[in-house]
């Protein structure tokens, strides 16, 4: 059973340009997380999704970014018209279930995002 | 929202001394602790949790122990190891803030021969 998987795992954007991040959840997963983390940081939540919903967004940033879940294929997060300052890790992570508790996120290996 | 404070941010230790990385948290209603690693260039690994209703949980060299009262929470690795070498993060999740977690700032443990 392969692990959540991202791609691609590092990514190089001049500014201005658009970084699409691509996470595949562990088979049976439909719960999405995505989180952001600037170097020597802890690990800051952005959107949790679930197939074709978005559930929270609270952590995601007003403009130029956006995430989606579709019915058939991977979760993208789109960042446009990128800064330096969004150079970081993304991370996703897929759990199983909507369980209030002991639900356990598996987390991918990231992308690399960096911004020229 | 949530704020959870982790400590320290960095702690070296012997091989085969004990470790102990501690995280409080701000909401009461907190009711799931998970602890992830984290290795150099690689995602979060989930090694041990605990739910709101248990003190304490063991899983060979690791343990998790839980202060409901006190909003605090701990990890504790016993007879460390050169691969025990990693990032740290405590993490909470609270009733009222769904399904997401809330992550500490992370604890650089590195075990010295």
């Known amino acids: 059973n392969a692990g959540v998987m991202q791609n691609p795992r590092h990514l190089v954007r001049r500014r201005g340009q658009e970084a699409r991040l691509r996470c595949s959840p562990m088979?049976?997963?439909?719960?999405v997380y995505w989180y952001r983390q600037l170097p020597e940081e802890g690990l800051k939540f952005m959107v949790y999704l679930q197939k074709e919903n978005i559930i929270d967004e609270s952590g995601m940033p007003k403009e130029r970014f956006s995430a989606e879940f579709p019915k058939e294929g991977p979760s993208i997060l789109r960042i446009q018209q990128v800064v330096r300052g969004d150079s970081a890790a993304y991370f996703c992570?897929?759990?199983?279930?909507?369980?209030?508790?002991?639900?356990?996120?598996?987390f991918g290996s990231g992308t690399q995002l960096s911004v020229l | 929202g949530e704020n959870v404070e982790q400590h320290p941010s960095t702690l070296s230790v012997q091989e085969g001394d004990s470790a102990v990385i501690k995280c409080t948290y701000s909401d009461s209603a907190s009711n799931y602790f998970p602890w992830y690693k984290q290795e150099l260039g690689k995602g979060p690994q989930l090694i041990i949790d605990i739910r709101s209703n248990v003190g304490e949980k063991k899983d060979q060299r690791i343990a998790v122990t839980l202060n409901k009262t006190a909003k605090h929470f701990s990890l504790h690795i016993t007879e460390t190891q050169p691969e025990d070498s990693a990032v740290y993060f405590c993490?909470?999740?609270?009733?009222?803030?769904?399904?997401?977690?809330?992550f500490g700032t992370g604890t650089q443990l590195k075990v010295e021969l």
């Open positions: 993490a909470v999740r609270s009733t009222g803030g769904g399904n997401k977690l809330t």
């Open positions: 992570a897929s759990s199983p279930s909507s369980s209030q508790i002991g639900e356990k996120l598996f």
């Open positions: 088979k049976g997963h439909s719960h």
